[in-house]
């Protein structure tokens, strides 16, 4: 389990790089290596088009793809609905291919999307989805970076 909070703390230190917005939350991921390697590693809007953290991750790491085993870290929940048209990164992930685990720091708040379906979905391809806490509240600070405040 320290492993897991090691590299989600990696994938904090990345969401602290993203440039806030109140449209989009602020998110870094890390994608490792069954050997525990980092592969690669992205933040949101880290590269030109809204992209997200687990698609800069992926695009960064083309035209290799992830060996079998490896593991996304990520400080929210993949998206499965994008509002911008851009393709959700759950189904990033389950293309990419050789992505066995995601681990995430927190759930995708109801903020912009109803209601994020990745666990399920996740759970139905036969990847494992697995909710790592005790950095919530440092991630969701960083995350809701730029968004209005209520009261």
Same mark, same amino acid.
């Given at each position: !389990? +320290? +492993? *897991?909070? %090691? *590299?989600?703390? *990696?994938?904090? =230190?990345?969401? *602290?790089?993203?440039?806030?917005?109140? /449209?989009?939350?602020? $998110?870094?991921?890390?994608? $490792?290596?069954?050997?525990?390697?980092?592969? =690669?590693?992205?933040? +949101?809007?880290?590269?030109?088009? %809204?992209?997200?953290?687990?698609?800069?991750?992926?695009?960064?790491?083309? #035209?290799? /793809?992830? #060996?079998? &085993? +490896?593991?996304?870290?990520?400080? !929210?929940?993949?998206? =499965?609905?994008?509002? =911008?048209? %851009?393709?959700?990164?759950?189904?990033?992930?389950? @293309?990419?291919?050789?992505?066995?685990?995601?681990?995430?720091?927190?759930?995708? #708040?109801?903020?912009?999307?109803? @209601? %994020?379906?990745?666990?399920? $979905?996740?759970? @139905?391809? &036969?990847? $494992?989805?697995?909710?790592?806490? &005790?950095?919530?509240?440092?991630?969701?600070?960083?995350?809701?970076?730029?968004?209005?405040? @209520? &009261?």
């Amino acid at each position: !389990m +320290s +492993s *897991h909070l %090691n *590299h989600l703390r *990696h994938a904090l =230190s990345l969401a *602290h790089q993203c440039i806030p917005t109140p /449209t989009a939350f602020c $998110v870094g991921a890390v994608l $490792v290596s069954p050997t525990g390697e980092v592969l =690669s590693t992205g933040f +949101s809007r880290e590269l030109p088009g %809204n992209t997200h953290a687990e698609q800069c991750a992926l695009e960064k790491l083309l #035209p290799a /793809t992830p #060996p079998k &085993g +490896s593991i996304i870290y990520t400080t !929210m929940e993949p998206c =499965s609905e994008r509002l =911008s048209g %851009n393709k959700p990164c759950l189904y990033r992930i389950l @293309e990419a291919g050789g992505i066995d685990t995601v681990v995430v720091g927190v759930k995708e #708040p109801r903020t912009f999307i109803g @209601e %994020n379906v990745c666990e399920r $979905v996740l759970g @139905e391809k &036969g990847t $494992v989805y697995l909710h790592v806490t &005790g950095l919530e509240k440092e991630i969701l600070e960083v995350a809701e970076r730029g968004h209005e405040k @209520e &009261g």
